[in-house]
Nanobody, 117 residues
């Protein structure tokens, strides 16, 4: 069982930056692919970016060049650095951990990010 706690959300102006953190407990994160997802009102939850245990990354086209996902396995923490933010980035951001072999998934409670125009 993995517990995930997100932090770092808030209100930012267009063009600003935020850094989200996802602290994990209950298991060794080296076994998990970590991801950030987001869900805006009326929309489905969508993938933002993922990072493998070996720190390989992939991100959605909408955020490439602006958002960077990373992880610190020693601290059992994943991060999402968001730069040059836009109003359409407004959403609840969720941290996800997926076990590489069993594919068991765990979610955090979400953190609100609001970008004002």
């Amino acid at each position: 069982q993995v517990q995930l706690v997100e932090s770092g959300g808030g209100l930012v102006q267009t063009g600003g930056s935020l850094r989200l953190s996802c602290a994990a407990s209950g298991s060794n994160l080296n076994l998990y692919i970590m991801g950030w997802y987001r869900q805006a009102p009326g929309n489905q939850r969508e993938l933002v970016a993922i990072v493998t245990p070996g720190c390989g990354t992939n991100s959605a086209d909408l955020v490439k060049g602006r958002f960077t996902i990373s992880r610190d396995n020693a601290k059992n923490t994943a991060y999402l650095q968001m730069n040059n933010m836009k109003p359409e980035d407004t959403a609840v951001y969720y941290c996800n951990a997926r076990q590489r072999i069993s594919s068991a998934k765990y979610w955090g409670q979400g953190t609100q990010v609001t970008v004002s125009s």
